[in-house]
């Protein structure tokens, strides 16, 4: 089956735009994640989605992220106004459903904003 | 506030040797801990998962321990080989909650 699938793979803009990175997870997990990980750094949680409850939203840096997610599947995480700082790598996970703890990670979107 | 540790500085060992790496967390109440691999540009891939009430997991050539009273587990890959060269990363999680924090990350060289 297909695993998690991030698009784009790259991404490089000018201050200031705006980018939308999306992320497909596997079908039927209830659990979607985004994460940054900036050159040699470890993984910083930006958000969290758990089936139809509210999202955790608590790892967002500033009110230029977002993220949706429609219809329990596809995710797209915006950045509005992008800063230089916004360059990273952009992790998208997902989970299954209760008791299955492992998070299936996509290969990531790298955002370089100049 | 949460923390998790994990050794900052690069580990290097030999082919063949145990590698032991340490992630350590304070302010959790972890219900179980996770530990990943992750190789350079790629995402992370799932090891292991232990339980708060099992002191150790064996998985072929890597074994992990958990120590809720020190507040520790290791995480050790016997017989090294270079291919076990990655970042290794670990994740305690508390009962309950499916907001999951990583530790910034061990990175292991193994030498042949």
């Known amino acids: 089956g297909a695993g998690v699938s991030q698009s784009p793979s790259n991404k490089v803009t000018e201050k200031g735009k705006d980018v939308e990175l999306r992320c497909d997870p596997i079908?039927?997990?209830?659990?979607l994640y985004w994460y940054r990980q900036s050159l040699g750094q470890g993984l910083e949680f930006l958000i969290y989605f758990q089936g139809n409850s509210a999202p955790d939203k608590s790892g967002l840096p500033s009110d230029r992220f977002s993220a949706e997610r429609t219809g329990g599947s596809v995710s797209t995480l915006t950045i509005q106004r992008t800063q230089q700082e916004d360059s990273a790598v952009y992790l998208c996970?997902?989970?299954?459903?209760?008791?299955?703890?492992?998070?299936?990670f996509g290969p990531g979107t790298r955002l370089t904003v100049l | 506030s949460q923390k998790i540790e994990q050794n900052s500085e690069a580990l290097n060992i030999q082919e063949g040797k145990t590698a032991t790496l340490t992630c350590n967390y304070t302010n959790y109440s972890p219900a179980y801990l996770q530990w990943y691999r992750q190789d350079p540009g790629r995402g992370p891939v799932f090891l292991l998962l232990?339980?708060?009430?099992?002191k150790e997991k064996r998985k072929e050539r890597l074994k992990v321990t958990f120590d809720t009273t020190l507040k520790q587990s290791l995480f050790h890959i016997t017989a090294s080989q270079p291919a076990d060269s990655a970042t290794y990363l670990c994740?305690?999680?508390?009962?309950?909650?499916?907001?999951?924090?990583f530790g910034a990350g061990t990175r292991l060289f193994v030498k042949a």
């Open positions: 994740a305690p999680e508390n009962t309950g909650g499916f907001k999951t924090i």
């Open positions: 996970a997902s989970r299954g459903t209760s008791g299955s703890y492992e998070q299936f």
């Open positions: 079908s039927g997990h209830t659990a």
């Open positions: 232990i339980r708060e009430n099992e």
